[in-house]
């Protein structure tokens, strides 16, 4: 939910901030925009994506070694050129770029036009350029920086902030409270981005910025403290993603190469946590809160998105392998219905970014009364994953693709060792059936391999044949339920089709009434404990004449013989089927998109963190 660079160096700033901006387009493409300072404060900004931005700095030679950039997902009026950031304050001296949402704008506002303030967008955004400008230039011996804080204390909201003065022609001014902010540490330089993917090519050494936190950065130092003004001294981390990972390795997008990455990312993600040889599972994250996990009196799983079906995925694990009882909750509506939560409780927060406002407000929530609340997150160092007591990193490289893929496996992948992990120690899993599962689990980084490699072109090919279908109904039973609304997301994201994502047998009581010889339903039929029932279920469809593309195990020629289209996959033990059974799903939405011309890493209205509640 935009995105934040900011630069001070000996470089071409213009040149540092795009390449940044480029790399966070993924929070954002709405608009994008440039502050550099030279002498003085010039500006480059306007609607659309970044390379507009790059062709604008470039013609009007925008040259300078400080800057902050911006890009924009709208949350405040209409994603046009005026409203891109940075916004200025009305003498022009004071840039800020914005990552969050000022809720108290509207009263701020009236009361600055009041004063005879002028306001040219109809961003929050603005306000903050303008408070701050007033507060620095009527009040009496008041710093800039002071005037920084004396402006966020009258803010509500929250805010990701870089601020440049022309009056500080070497400064850049930094402040965040709930919207990611780190600070890269160079030799002579220093980098300001949302999150690390700007930074990575020029230093491996950061420092988050907590919430309430604000800081002074020039090309030789930093100086972070409170915005009550007290002085702090941060810990300079070190970054363990390499360049390579934030590149699309030769093929045409993010999102394909993260779907061919899932061997790796699923093999990384057990790295040294599951042990086939002595048949046991390490999650060194929470060896410490271990016991609580395994005496909870119930599991609360909060997430969002394609983490929140994970998180149903987690649910039927826990229930059946640990026989923990769970509930999934939509992080979004959990602490708005005054919920039942307290000790003897574990909340499991899920998020890939380990940004998500809602699921950190969850989390934020259920610590406060008094849970123990635990993380799976896949960004090291972001917000979610401080907060949680203790958690699991899933380990599965940067994912850049709007639409979520790899993360999604690695966090079925957690959830599976964490569910397995607690049920052994409970005794629910005896050992006999622990190294089963232990042994199955490591074969699946092959059978992903193996999907990949076998069904890539068939798939291709069925997805021409849907291309402009305009709807499309997933169905799935039992742990390919959740598979069945991934896989509806993934299609309506990135092309557009509307899709549905039911429980196969949930059809019957309304869904039904949509199908008819134009209707494509991907039924996941890869269970085998519900087999019998998918295959009533599948004759229920044809007999209403829809189109039956299944996602099968090889052997079972049953669905086959039922099914227009098939595909193929090996067979696991049915908890673990979803890692398998998804990746057809995620190509297929693949395929349909770019055969719809559509931009699959950055489908149209979203943004990979969101930031915003
Ligand atoms: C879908 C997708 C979103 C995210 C959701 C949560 O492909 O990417 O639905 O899953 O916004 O994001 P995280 O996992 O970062 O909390």
Redesign the pocket.
Do not use: D, P, Y
């Given at each position: 939910m935009c995105g934040i660079v900011g630069y001070v160096g000996d470089r071409e700033a213009g040149e540092v901030l795009v390449k940044g901006l480029k790399r966070l387009e993924y929070r954002g493409y709405d608009s994008a925009g440039v502050a550099i300072m030279n002498g003085r404060m010039s500006i480059q900004k306007g609607k659309g994506k970044v390379v507009n931005l790059e062709k604008g700095i470039f013609a009007n030679g925008l040259k300078g070694h400080i800057g902050i950039g911006h890009t924009r997902w709208a949350t405040h009026g209409e994603p046009n050129d005026v409203n891109s950031h940075p916004h200025m304050s009305q003498s022009g001296n004071i840039a800020v770029v914005h990552n969050g949402i000022i809720e108290n704008y509207t009263s701020l506002k009236k009361k600055l036009i009041e004063r005879g303030r002028t306001f040219s967008s109809q961003t929050d955004t603005e306000i903050i350029a303008q408070l701050l400008e007033e507060i620095y230039t009527t009040s009496k011996d008041v710093t800039f920086e002071q005037a920084i804080q004396l402006t966020l204390k009258q803010i509500v909201g929250t805010y990701g902030l870089a601020i440049v003065n022309i009056e500080f022609p070497d400064k850049i001014f930094i402040a965040r409270k709930g919207s990611p902010l780190l600070l890269g540490v160079g030799e002579n330089e220093m980098f300001i981005a949302s999150d690390a993917s700007p930074i990575v090519e020029y230093t491996n050494k950061v420092v988050y910025l907590d919430d309430g936190e604000m800081a002074v950065v020039d090309k030789y130092s930093y100086e972070v403290k409170t915005i009550d003004d007290i002085a702090l001294t941060k810990e300079v981390h070190e970054l363990a993603i390499s360049i390579d990972a934030i590149e699309k390795a030769g093929y045409p997008h993010f999102m394909l190469k993260e779907i061919f990455e899932q061997p790796r990312s699923i093999a990384d993600c057990m790295r040294g946590r599951v042990n086939v040889k002595e048949n046991t599972i390490q999650l060194g994250g929470i060896a410490d809160v271990m016991e609580e996990l395994v005496n909870a009196k119930r599991i609360v799983i909060a997430?969002?998105?394609?983490?929140?079906?994970s998180g149903l995925v987690g649910e039927y694990l826990f229930e059946h392998l640990a026989k923990t009882p769970v509930e999934v909750e939509y992080?979004s509506e959990f602490r708005y219905r005054d919920p039942l939560i307290g000790e003897g409780d574990v909340m499991l927060v899920?998020?890939?970014?380990?940004?998500?406002a809602d699921?950190l407000a969850a989390l934020r929530e259920a610590k406060k009364r008094g849970a123990k609340v635990l993380g799976i997150c896949?960004?090291v160092g972001s917000t979610?994953s401080r907060e949680t007591d203790a958690g699991v990193f899933t380990h599965a490289g940067p994912e850049i693709g709007?639409?979520?893929?790899k993360?999604?496996t690695a966090?079925v992948v957690v959830l599976t060792m964490m569910a397995l992990a607690t049920g052994m120690k409970k005794g629910t899993i005896s050992k006999k059936e622990a190294a089963r599962y232990i042994k199955e689990l490591s074969l699946i980084p092959d059978k992903v391999d193996q999907i990949l490699k076998e069904c890539d072109e068939n798939i291709k090919k069925m997805a021409s044949l849907f291309t402009y279908a305009p709807n499309f109904l997933y169905l799935g039973r039992s742990y390919n339920f959740p598979v069945a609304l991934e896989g509806a997301?993934?299609l309506k994201?990135i092309s557009y089709i509307h899709a549905e994502g039911y429980p196969a047998a949930e059809m019957k009581h309304g869904p039904i009434a949509l199908i008819d010889e134009m209707m494509p339903v991907v039924v996941i039929a890869a269970t085998d404990h519900t087999n019998d029932k998918m295959i009533s279920n599948i004759e229920e469809v044809r007999a209403r004449k829809g189109r039956i593309i299944s996602i099968m195990n090889s052997e079972n020629s049953d669905v086959k013989d039922l099914s227009e289209f098939s595909i193929s996959i090996p067979s696991t033990v049915d908890c673990f089927s979803p890692l398998l059974t998804v990746i057809p799903l995620q190509l297929l939405s693949y395929y349909i998109a770019v055969n719809r011309g559509c931009n699959v890493d950055q489908p149209r209205n979203?943004a990979?963190?969101?930031t915003v509640e």
């Open positions: 997430a969002c998105g394609t983490s929140w079906h992080a899920i998020s890939q970014s380990g940004e998500t699921t896949n960004v979610i709007v639409a979520s893929t993360a999604f966090q997301l993934k994201e979203l990979k963190s969101v």
